[in-house]
């Protein structure tokens, strides 16, 4: 998943192997080469230097220098910051409407219709939830048709208005279909664009507002890195969103996006897309994704 990290983190602790007793020295060094990693992983320059800033506050505090085992403890001290830096405990997604909305956002080819899609299915399979998809997205017929096809795929119903080009009224009669028809969940698909324009956040924004969801996530693809964090800044701006899905983990991607998103927008990052299939959705766990960047 993140392999240049894990093996530059991997090198970083190499420095305290094959001495018998560490030295601040060492620690530093150690440091400055997580700090490295972690730049080369796509993190911002801040968020790095903080990052080594508390794992050696830690470390000091925690006598490392004069336990048994410093090596193994300053490798903890790190996983814990990486688990605290990309939130901590796990966030849920909250289902309390009758039914519960979710808004969709992100740029277009962030995955935004796959997820929706895996998202259905997961909440279909795993919590038995009636879900609608609503199709949204008015610029391109095919947006419309690939969410049908990804409705038929997993059995989800799919609201669509082909002919109709006011986003707000497609979402808003939507869910009136769901209240008469007794469905759980709604999530709704919007459009998205290559870049952040004005007129998309705009629309967007009047969707949101209108339809007032309990959940509204945005969408980011992994492999973006800082352009990933710089998105999501512009649409919590706008949108003040719940939460993050980051796709494509499949792929090797840096990692940068993982480990800084989450203070920057001070959202949590809440599922993981992991492949292009219905069931690659995974529920994002920061002490789990620690350990697999720390390999
Ligand atoms: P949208 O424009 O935001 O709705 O993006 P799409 O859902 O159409 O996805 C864009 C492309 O990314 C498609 O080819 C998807 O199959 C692919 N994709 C989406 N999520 C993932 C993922 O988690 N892993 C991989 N490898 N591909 C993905």
Avoid: W
């Amino acid at each position: 998943m993140f392999n240049n990290l894990t093996d530059k983190l991997d090198k970083a602790f190499h420095i305290l192997k094959g001495h018998g007793k560490i030295t601040d020295v060492n620690v530093a060094d150690t440091l400055k080469e997580v700090r490295r990693a972690l730049l080369d992983a796509d993190v911002n320059f801040k968020i790095a230097k903080e990052f080594t800033t508390k794992v050696k506050e830690k470390a000091i505090g925690e006598n490392v220098l004069t336990t048994l085992q410093p090596g193994q403890l300053l490798v903890k001290i790190v996983k814990d910051e990486l688990t605290e830096l990309m939130g901590g405990d796990v966030a849920g997604i909250n289902l309390s409407g009758t039914p519960s909305v979710i808004l969709m956002s992100g740029l277009q080819g962030s995955g935004k219709t796959t997820f929706s899609g895996k998202l259905a299915n997961f909440l279909k399979s795993k919590k038995g939830k009636k879900t609608l998809l609503v199709a949204c997205d008015i610029y391109r017929p095919a947006a419309i048709n690939q969410l049908h096809v990804v409705g038929d795929q997993i059995g989800v119903e799919v609201y669509s208005e082909p002919e109709n080009k006011n986003p707000v009224e497609i979402a808003q009669n939507a869910i009136k279909h769901a209240k008469a028809n007794g469905f759980n969940v709604v999530i709704v698909d919007t459009a998205g664009r290559l870049a952040v324009d004005e007129e998309m956040m705009t629309e967007i924004a009047n969707v949101h507002k209108a339809i007032q969801p309990q959940e509204t996530l945005f969408v980011v693809d992994a492999m973006t890195g800082q352009d990933a964090v710089n998105t999501a800044k512009a649409f919590n701006d706008r949108l003040n969103f719940d939460g993050v899905i980051l796709t494509k983990l499949d792929g090797d991607t840096r990692g940068g996006a993982a480990i800084s998103i989450k203070s920057v927008v001070n959202k949590p990052i809440k599922f993981i897309g992991t492949g292009e299939k219905m069931d690659a959705i995974d529920v994002f766990y920061p002490s789990r994704m620690a350990d697999r960047i720390l390999g």
